[in-house]
Each structure stands twice: as C-alpha cells, then as structure tokens.
C-alpha cells in the first residue's frame, strides 16, 4: 500500500469513527476508548476511565494554552463523559454506551456525590456544544474546566481513594 493509499484509507476509517461518535453523541476519544475497552479485563475499567478522564483534562489545558477553545472544549466534555462512565462501572458494573444513559447517570451521582456535581456536568455539556458551535472564549472554557477537575477528582477518589503516581 502507498503512502496515499494509506492515508486514504486512514481517512476513511477516521470519518466513519467520527460518524459513529457523534450518532452516539460522544466524542471520538471517548468512542475510540469505548472499543480499545473491549479488549480489556472489566475489572480495569474504572481506572482505565479515570485516567483517560485526568488526561483529557491535560490535554484541555494544553489547547487552552495554545488558543484552541473548541478543542479544549471537547477535551473538557470527554473527561466529564469519562468520570460519569467510571461512576457507573464503579458503583454498579454498567457499561454506559449513549448520551442519553450519560445524562441518567448523572442524576445519580447528583444525589450520591452532591448537587454540585449537576453544575460540573451543565458546565460540561455547554462545551460539547461549543466544540460544534464555537461560540466559547477561554474565560468560558477556564471555568468549565475548574468544574469538571472536581467533579473527576470527585469521582477518582470515590472509586479510587489510593493516590495515584
């Protein structure tokens, strides 16, 4: 295969992993980690999420740094996505597979976690419509992800409380 061939084909694969993230209402990082998934222990799942929650929130300060508030955005709503998916693994052993099922188990860690934790999860959602709209500023992205670092901090040390290194 040529070297154009193999970008072609790349593409390819790369447009229907995005058709398929955005038909399920979740982004393709947290897409992608829902296939890799399927090869691991379930027994690993909730750190697995948790750690891909801590990096997407590095990588959100990384595109903020850099100016890029719709990528930044997007990282921020994927680590909110991935705290909510850890919660559920954790407290109950479900596998989360849709927005709608996000949205529901949201409300439960509302009542477990605090009331709190349903303005980190609005926060989060109004950066999944600005990484589709591109209407927030870094002032709008800074707060939002003050709120999801708690809430997947919240998260880590319920199903975690071991530090990490």
Known sequence: MSSTEAIKFLRSIMEKLYSKASKLGVSLEVYVLELVLR??????????????ARDLLRQAREELEKGNFRQAAEKVWGAAALAVKAYAEWREGRR????GELWEYKRIMEREVGEWADDSWNAAESMHTCFYEGWCNRE??????????QLVEAVINRVDPLPHI
């Open 96 to 99: 989360l597979s849709s927005h």
């Open 39 to 52: 090869e691991f222990d379930p027994s690993g799942h909730v750190r697995i999420y948790a750690d891909a």
């Open 140 to 149: 709008d992205v800074e707060k939002s992800l003050k709120k999801i670092e």
